[in-house]
Every structure is written in C-alpha cells, then in structure tokens.
C-alpha cells in the first residue's frame, strides 16, 4: 500500500490552475517537497487539459522531488471547464473525451491510475446519460489498454451526480461493459453517505479496487471527523492491498496542516514510517 496527496485547483494542497498560470509551478513545487518531506511516495494530480508542454513539465518537476505520478484526476474537466461525457452539446462530450484520452496516455506512461469522477457530469432532462456515459466509459477502455493504463471509476455520492453513486453501481457497469483495463475507486468520504458499511464494501469490491481515497466525514483530512479511516486502512492492508491510497480532502485547516495532519495520522497508526 502506498500514500499519495492530491494536489489540484480544488480539491487537496490547493494551487493555482498549472496550464493557467505559469508561476503556480512555485506553488506546485512547494507543495512536493513537502509531501516528500511528510513521507508521501506521491502526488495525484486533477488536471484538466493536455497541453504536452506543460504535462512534461509536470512529470519532470515531481521526478526531481523524488516522488511519483500515482493518479490523475479528471474531475476538473467538469468543474472547472464545464466539459462532460453526459453533455447534451455532442461537441462539448467530444472535447471531454479527447482530454481524457490524451490524460490516459499520459497516466499510461508513468504507470499512473487515470480517475473518472465527475467529468461524467451531471445530465440535463432528456438526456440519455446511461448511454452516453456507457460509450464514453468504453472509449476510455479501448484508449486504456492500448495505452496500458489502469482507469479507476469512482464512486460518487448523490449530491455531486445521480450517475453512479455506489460501488455496486460501478462495478455492475464494468461488468456489463466488460471494461478489461477499468476497475473501482472507493472514496471513504462518499462510501459514508452512500454505502450500509464501508468495511463490507471494501470486502465485497476488494478484487476489483484500483484506487483509494481517504478523507473524513466532513471531507477534512482523517482526525479531523467521525470517522475510523484507520480501520478502512487496516482492512486494505489485511487483504493484501498493494495499490495506492490518496488523500483528497479540503485543504483544512489550511494547505500545509492538511498534508502535516494527515501525514501524523499515518505515523501514529503506522501506516507510513518516520
Ligand atoms: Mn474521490
């Protein structure tokens, strides 16, 4: 098992847009060395755009800190260009889906997981959505083998999206879909508003769980709510879980506490060492 920290525009260590601003890189490299410096092996990333000028800059900028890609994000597609596979534009769900397919390349070639959160969208009335996300979800597929990437499709709760809010849900669309190079994201933060228990849902998904997210109830970092995200841990690592475990909470109570408390966290229960 290893620990990754997002890093992102909304979500995690908060930083400018990467592909907006060019001086963000400061920030960007500020906020790796000190999840190199906490223990984190690597950084998970929400991306929205595949400009390859500044995706080589961001892969050389987390190899120089000694860390690695675990994960991108493409929720930011969504919320932050207002692109998605469930648009009604047909050229909006294109654009979305070429952005996707080049961050899958890029994912590929450094090993990384490439996620589908929320740039599924959120559909507009008369809106076929099942079938539209379904054909987006298959292309992904295709582009995921060919490029030997491994796509984590998550789980979200019902407030962010109606499509796919249970592992359940996911895993029957992998199934239907015979998705080969797809498998399950579970996200300790919406398995609580979600799921009956998140241990049984962790033991039930196990063998086809890629990806991990961590945050408390209250979307802080683990500590800071009502959950045993400890528990969910030692779970994984009871079932032999060899993937990796990203942190994506708000940046509460700020930035540099966010990765300093989480990092604690996994000391005193001796998920990370140090
Ligand atoms: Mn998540």
Redesign the pocket.
């Given at each position: 098992m290893h620990f990754a920290f997002?890093i992102s525009s909304n979500?995690g260590y908060r930083i400018p847009n990467l592909f907006k601003n060019d001086s963000s890189f400061m920030e960007f490299e500020t906020a790796l060395q000190l999840l190199q410096k906490c223990g984190f092996g690597g950084v998970e990333l929400n991306l929205d755009s595949d400009d390859p000028g500044v995706l080589s800059r961001i892969r050389d900028s987390i190899l120089e800190q000694g860390l690695r890609l675990a994960a991108v994000?493409t929720?930011l597609i969504y919320a932050g260009k207002g692109l998605s596979f469930t648009d009604r534009d047909s050229t909006k769900r294109g654009k979305a889906l070429a952005t996707v397919k080049e961050l899958i390349r890029f994912a590929g070639s450094d090993h990384a997981i490439l996620?589908i959160?929320l740039v599924r969208g959120v559909p507009t009335e008369g809106i076929d959505a099942r079938k539209l996300f379904r054909h987006s979800l298959v292309e992904c597929d295709k582009a995921a083998t060919e490029y030997g990437t491994r796509v984590a499709l998550?789980a979200?709760n019902r407030y962010e999206t109606p499509i796919l809010n249970t592992a359940t849900d996911v895993a029957t669309v992998i199934q239907e879909e015979r998705l080969a190079a797809t498998g399950l994201?579970l996200?300790s933060?919406?398995m609580n508003i979600e799921e009956r228990s998140i241990e049984e849902t962790i033991r039930k998904h196990f063998t086809k769980t890629v990806h991990f997210?961590i945050?408390d109830s209250n979307r802080w970092p683990p500590g800071y709510g009502h959950l045993k995200v400890e528990d969910h841990l030692r779970l994984l690592e009871k079932l032999g879980y060899n993937g990796w475990v990203?942190t994506?909470a708000l940046p509460k109570p700020d930035n540099t506490k966010a990765v300093t408390e989480t990092a604690r966290f996994l000391r005193t229960h001796n998920f990370i060492e140090g």
């Open positions: 997002v979500l994000g929720g996620v959160g998550e979200i994201l996200d933060f919406h997210h945050a990203s994506e």
